[in-house]
């Protein structure tokens, strides 16, 4: 938290912090900006907040706000984004060459020096951003270096860098709440084509999956917010905004089952109607006592997000999931139970994943694709997203992670390309199944009944010769320009 200042220094102009978000797919809110900006005491900082993805010309936008900057922040993940944030934070340096330029969020928390060789970026911030950015600032401020700040790796005026000790996991309850205010909320709403608001209410997570970053960045821990004021905060957000529905962007959002419950019932006894969505491990699922499954659904649960990765039981043993898919099945009884929409993403092509273990996934997707029209099923490829356990065994084996920033940012499975592990018959093979299932299975007009009978029959049967459908579609709609 901030420290009070003296009141001096309160009247004083307030210093101004430029945060950047880079042009990414999708429209979610820039919760990471939220959060550190939200953090600095608006007494003494104007946060200006630009989101790449809401602005036609996102360098004239970073251009005008450079002057009287304080600094220059970037929220950074791996993949695309760090193309457009490169691009922003040279355009900042060529400008304004002293402004100190910050990259925090996922890529830096995983290479924290590495990023630091690029010279546009001065300071890296790793993990939890709150304190970190908060002391950086004040100490920016008042002219001091960056030497024992916790948190941050810098560049030294002599070009070494130093990397400062990390900084422990705070509980997110005592950080100051998040002021949409500083984002231009109704353009989200437009841009989404609801009025759904994203919201965090917790961060990190206490599992191991090995092919997740967050044990590396997080270190297994998990801090959340206390329910009563949550569903205060929301109701407070409810009465600015008018929303239907809150999208919760939590990692797991079921991590502790009584605070959940407390939430549930918070939002019931308010009054609030609104639904939301929000994720759930399957192990979870089948612990959630029944009361709270229903006093979730009746404070307005609609979807849940339940990550399966594989259908599989040995493969989600090596991916240290700790799950079974018994357990997704049962979670999944529940959702059916209570009209709870579901998201069930899967990955294929781990490092040595065999052909019975793929068409495992694909049997599981089509199982649960056709319990109910409100059940996705989308099949990615494994990327070995850096500071994951998969990885370090990969690198180990001789797998080249890329090592600049330029090849990072084209490292990015939103593309949807495989990986080295995937041989171009299974290829054909996840591509056909992805395409057959969502044709077979997507609400469509009562002509392509027809079409969709046979896209059923082809999943079925394991039947994708001869897709004519598929070179059909890709004639007539071109592929998607992604990130
Ligand atoms: C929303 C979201 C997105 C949005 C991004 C929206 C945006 N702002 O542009 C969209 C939908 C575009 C997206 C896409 C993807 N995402 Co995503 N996404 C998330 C999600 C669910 C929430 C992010 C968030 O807002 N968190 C809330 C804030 C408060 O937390 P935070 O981001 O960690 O920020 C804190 C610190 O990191 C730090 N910090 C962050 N930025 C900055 C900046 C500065 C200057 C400082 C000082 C500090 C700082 O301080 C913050 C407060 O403590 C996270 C999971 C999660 N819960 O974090 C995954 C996550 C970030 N995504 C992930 C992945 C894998 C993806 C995809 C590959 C998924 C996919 N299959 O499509 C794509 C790839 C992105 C790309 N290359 O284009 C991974 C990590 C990837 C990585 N290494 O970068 C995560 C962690 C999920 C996971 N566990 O696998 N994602
Ligand atoms: S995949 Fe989900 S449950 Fe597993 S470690 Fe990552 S955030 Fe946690």
């Not at 600095?40 to 996102?58: K, T």
């Not at 999956?209 to 569903?231: H, I, N, Q």
């Amino acid at each position: 938290m901030t420290d009070t200042p003296p009141a001096a220094v309160r009247h004083a102009p307030r210093a101004k912090v430029v945060l950047y978000n880079p042009r990414a797919v999708f429209f979610t809110m820039p919760l990471a900006l939220l959060a550190i900006g939200s953090e600095l005491d608006p007494d003494l900082y104007e946060v200006v907040i630009i989101d790449g993805r809401l602005e036609s010309d996102p360098e004239g936008a970073v251009r005008a706000q450079l002057p009287g900057a304080l600094c220059f922040g970037v929220t950074v993940l791996t993949g695309a984004p760090i193309s457009d944030a490169l691009r922003m934070s040279r355009l900042a340096k060529r400008v304004r060459p002293e402004l100190p330029v910050v990259w925090g969020g996922w890529h830096p928390s995983m290479f924290a020096r590495e990023c630091l060789l690029e010279p546009c970026v001065d300071v890296t911030v790793r993990g939890q951003g709150e304190e970190t950015f908060t002391e950086i600032v004040q100490r920016l401020a008042a002219g001091r270096t960056l030497e024992g700040c916790l948190g941050c790796t810098v560049r030294l005026a002599d070009g070494s860098i130093l990397e400062n000790p990390p900084r422990p996991l705070a509980p997110v309850e005592k950080f100051r709440a998040h002021d949409y205010g500083l984002i231009p909320v109704e353009r989200y709403f437009e841009l989404k084509g609801k009025r759904q608001l994203d919201y965090i209410s917790s961060q990190g997570c206490n599992f191991r999956c090995a092919f997740c970053s967050d044990p590396f960045v997080y270190g297994r821990k998990w801090v959340g917010l206390e329910p009563t004021r949550m569903a205060l905060r929301l109701k407070e957000l409810w009465e600015r905004y008018r929303f239907d529905d809150v999208n919760f962007q939590d990692e797991t959002f079921f991590t502790r089952a009584a605070r959940i419950q407390a939430f549930a019932q918070r939002v019931v006894d308010s009054g609030l109607r609104i639904t939301w969505a929000a994720t759930m491990r399957a192990d979870q699922g089948v612990r959630l006592p029944e009361e709270v499954w229903a006093l979730c659904k009746q404070s307005g649960l609609r979807r849940l997000l339940v990550g399966v990765e594989s259908g599989s039981d040995d493969m989600l043993k090596r991916i240290r999931k700790d799950i079974r898919i018994e357990q997704v099945f049962q979670t999944v009884a529940k959702m059916l139970h209570h009209r709870i929409a579901g998201h069930f993403p899967f990955i294929v092509g781990f490092p040595d994943e065999n052909d019975a273990s793929i068409r495992a996934t694909l049997d599981c997707a089509r199982r649960l694709r056709a319990l109910s029209p409100d059940f996705l099923t989308p099949i990615y490829y494994f990327k070995p997203y850096p500071g994951s356990e998969l990885v370090r065994e990969a690198v180990a084996r001789g797998f080249h992670l890329p090592e600049t920033l330029e090849a990072w940012s084209e490292f990015d499975y939103v593309a949807g390309l495989p990986g080295p592990w995937v041989s171009a018959r299974q290829f054909t093979l996840v591509e056909r199944f992805k395409f057959f299932q969502e044709l077979g299975w997507k609400r469509a007009p009562r002509a392509a009944r027809m079409l969709q009978r046979l896209a059923r029959y082809r999943c079925a049967r394991d039947q994708y010769r001869w897709p004519v459908e598929m070179l059909l579609r890709r004639w007539l709609v071109p592929a998607e320009q992604l990130s």
